[in-house]
């Protein structure tokens, strides 16, 4: 049986958990740009996406499903725009995006991936 580890525990949850050649990451949101627009919310969230990939030894390159929540789905074309120059061409994930209420009212997008180390 594969061994767990776990990146950044916490009390409450880990940002991310490596099982075999998996990775699970967390819901991301944007901490720094909370209650800014959804293209910075996005933008933040990428980037922390980014670092907890490489801390797992893996990249954007190699995530199989991503899972995008957005307060207000009207935000959609928004976050695409940032999502869009993200992604690699011809790399890009299996997706869902929905909407959903956060668990604050200052955070507007929400992603969750994962991937393959």
Known sequence: ?????????????SQAVIRGNAVYL?????????????????AEVLASID?????????????????IYLADISTFAEMNSVWDTWVVEGETPARATVEAKLVAPEYKVEIAVVAAI
């Open 26 to 42: 967390a819901g991301q949101v944007a901490e720094k740009n909370a209650g800014k627009a959804v293209r910075e919310q996005t």
């Open 1 to 13: 049986m594969p061994t767990l580890t776990r990146l950044k525990p916490g009390k409450r949850m």
């Open 51 to 67: 670092a907890l990939l490489a801390e797992a030894g893996t990249d954007k390159t190699k995530i199989m499903m991503a899972t």
